[in-house]
């Protein structure tokens, strides 16, 4: 008699969701717990936690963690880093950079520097070429995901917060340009200079159309529906999710769309914005998925002697050729040497654009993506649990946010969405 009942609740088990999807919630759980608590008792960024919670979950295999991201992972890691650059780009005016043009010669030079750098050391420890070149593109980008959730988590403003996030922003729309680009030339066989420019011209030219289509799109929803409306999230989330599904097959760059969107949308709404408290609920749930993502996939690194030693180096390269570059460049662009230095400290971090970067590598190369994830895998979860700690305290030192108490815990709660 029991053989209907229980064959019953078999086939409703089947047609559930399944045993990944508890997975997932129940990490996801963990991973915001987790962060409440490291910030209230250690004073650290809730980053830390969800990091730490990512890493435990690729160590231990959970949650499908499975190495390149394909499908569904790969589209919720581009989701998420959609919303986080679209919210970078609204943040960044041009009209600052027509009043301080400097800030963009420190960007390129800071950029450019980074990868000559990078490169010269990874050539010099024996790396293959084109393994150098790729791993060169994924140093050059900062992390704004990290910058912003540090900046959200300690209410921090000031001109190293602001110049910061737009030097991660700027330098990461060039990463994401020359990257994709490299990955179309690698398709086609072809890596020469000549068609490098090119496809990075191409990738950029079609990432700018969707990015103005997605810009005018939300400009026309934005004169019908109220800023504050669950609505006008529900607009904006859909959106940033079709651009997400859709630009990559049409030649671009689906991040460096939805940067593009936010910094075109910002010339025509240059007040700040206020997020509506939907939005910053369903965005907080995809950065915490985010990072979970990023540290889970980068903790199954092989931390062989050699790639450690690779790894280690391209980590102190990285940040002596940022502090360098910011410390010549600071002076003229309106920076102290202090400001400057600490502004280098904050770009430390790398994350999610650069996991994406490289999970691309592993799919369009195989042979070579392999080679270039075992040295950016360490280098990813190393730069991002450190720079959060170190993004955290370069705030804290230049006094644009207020050093927290642990034994009160009383550091401001995330209650209200990020407001570009």
């Known amino acids: 008699m029991l053989d209907r009942p229980i064959a019953s609740w078999s086939q409703a088990l089947q047609s559930t969701p399944g045993p990944l999807t508890l997975e997932w919630a129940v990490i996801l759980a963990v991973a915001a717990l987790a962060g409440h608590l490291v910030q209230r008792f250690t004073g650290l960024p809730k980053l830390i936690g969800y990091a730490v919670v990512g890493a435990l979950t690729g160590v231990a295999g959970f949650a499908g963690a499975a190495w390149p991201l394909r499908g569904v992972g790969l589209y919720l890691l581009e989701l998420g880093i959609a919303i986080l650059l679209f919210e970078a780009g609204a943040r960044l005016s041009l009209r600052w ?37 790729a791993l ?36 990461t729309l060039y990463a994401l340009t020359l990257g994709t680009a490299m990955l179309r030339t690698i398709g086609r066989g072809d890596t020469s200079l000549l ?12 990432s700018l159309l969707v990015g103005g289509l997605l810009a005018a799109l939300l400009a026309g929803a934005f004169r019908l529906l109220h800023p504050t409306s669950q609505d006008t999230a529900i607009v904006i989330l859909a959106l940033l999710g079709a651009t997400a599904a859709v630009t990559s097959s049409l030649g671009g760059s689906a991040p460096l769309a939805t940067l593009l969107a936010g910094i075109v949308l910002k010339q025509f709404h240059p007040r700040p914005w206020v997020w509506p408290r939907q939005l910053g609920t369903a965005a907080s749930m995809l950065t915490i998925l985010m990072f979970v993502l990023v540290s889970s996939m980068a903790a199954q690194a092989n931390w062989g002697g050699a790639i450690t030693w690779a790894a280690l180096a391209l980590v102190g390269t990285r940040l002596a050729a940022k502090v360098v570059t910011l410390l010549v460049t600071g002076p003229a662009s309106s920076l102290s040497l202090r400001q400057s230095l600490w502004v280098g400290v904050a770009m430390f971090p790398m994350s999610a654009v650069a996991l994406l970067l490289t999970s691309q590598f592993v799919v369009a190369a195989p042979d070579m993506g392999a080679r270039v994830a075992a040295i950016a895998l360490p280098v990813i979860l190393l730069t991002e649990l450190l720079g959060a700690v170190l993004v955290g305290g370069a705030l804290v030192h230049v006094r644009e946010a207020e050093r927290p108490s642990r034994q009160r815990g009383d550091w401001p709660t995330d209650d209200v969405g990020p407001t570009p």
């Open 97 to 133: 950079f027509r009043h301080n043009p400097m800030v963009l010669v420190q960007s390129v030079a800071e950029s450019v520097l980074t990868f000559a750098a990078a490169f010269v050391a990874l050539r010099a420890l024996g790396v293959d070429l084109p393994v150098a070149r």
């Open 136 to 171: 060169s593109i994924i140093a050059v980008a900062a992390s704004p995901a990290v910058l912003t959730r540090v900046v959200s988590d300690l209410r921090a403003s000031g001109p190293v917060t602001d110049r910061a996030i737009a030097l991660a922003t700027l330098n």
């Open 195 to 206: 068609a490098s420019l090119a496809s990075s011209a191409a990738v950029l030219g079609i």
